[in-house]
């Protein structure tokens, strides 16, 4: 069984921002058929009949052992592994609802034109929901489609970007998933990695709205630090490496958030951050992987289950989107995450850490 998921339904009033693969060939993928489908659904009728009433959960359990293929489009931002890991597990609560669907799968390169050439043309094909993966995937989908379930993920807050009316109260055909991450508690892990350190370089896409709010975030944790921050920008992925190299005899150590483009490009990050002795403390798990030292973040593959199972909800109970709020990860699903190899090239003792 998998473990309960714990889930926050406040509202982050006080935080506002946008979060964290080019259409080209889009890929459909198509669920196996059940082959008792047929009559598990008569089993379930003849059990109606005999008891003459049934729970909402039995009912759940009726239409997915149904005969119903939902169409689903997914318009995923760029490919990286927080985003990809989030699309996994959104499939994987359709998969264990047991419901039947083929998914559409576009990837729009990190590119905003294609996004909304994908999302204009789901808005003609019929779908029957659309996944969004990401800040811009999702305002270009929510930006022509009103009359289709909308799930998001991966959008640090959907009210501030215009996704919806409230995130406790969405209003219109839009939910989803909040990717937003405990900034504060990362920077306190890069103090306490590395109590001598003295100036953090924030690193971060200048046009990602989510990294924005992520790097004044930062800013504020910092000083309550008694850290010094400084900004280091950049625009278009082929920027990255000089950035970096920019910050090399700067500061003390690199931060950076949960940025498409920076997260895209993290291997060239990690190459000269770790070249030249900068541990690289990150915004989720992914980056980490990819070179960075290490970070204190949410599960994307849970983040995106939580959306898979909003989807189950909407399409299989008809559940109104207007009505589920935006949902969080629990604090106790944050998890630290080291990277032992870039510890031994940065010469840092990470044993200690929790």
Known sequence: MRKSRKVLALVMAGVMGLSLTACGSGQTETTEAETSAE?????????????????????????????????????QLTQHDALDKANEGFFAALDEAGIQYEADQQNAAGEQSTCQTVAEKFASDGKDLIFAIATPAAQAVAGVIADTPVVI?????????????????????????????????QIQLLKQILPDAQTVGILYCSAEANSVLQAEMAKEACEAEGLEAVEYTVSASNEIQTVVESMVGKVDAIYAPTDNMIAAG???????????????????????????????????????YL????????????????????????????????????????????????
Request: net charge negative.
């Open 153 to 185: 993920t991966a959008v640090t807050d959907p009210a501030d970007s215009g996704l919806v009316a409230d995130n406790a109260a969405p209003g219109g055909n839009v939910t989803g998933t909040s990717d937003l991450t405990p900034v504060t508690e």
């Open 266 to 304: 993290m291997a060239t990050v990690a190459m000269v951050a770790n070249d030249n002795g900068l541990p690289v403390i990150c915004g989720e798990g992914g980056m980490v992987e990819a070179g960075g030292l290490a970070t204190y973040g949410i599960d994307y593959y849970e983040l995106g």
């Open 39 to 75: 009559s598990a659904a008569e089993t379930a009728a003849s059990s109606e009949a005999e008891s003459g009433e049934e729970t909402a959960a039995e009912e759940g359990a009726e239409a997915a052992a149904s005969d119903t293929v939902y169409q689903i489009g997914v318009l």
């Open 307 to 354: 959306a898979g199972e909003q989807a189950v909800d909407i399409l299989v109970n008809g559940a109104d989107p207007a009505e589920i709020p935006i949902g969080y990860l629990a604090a106790e699903d944050c998890e630290l995450q080291v990277n032992q190899e870039t510890a031994d090239i940065l010469g840092i003792d990470v044993s200690g850490l929790q």
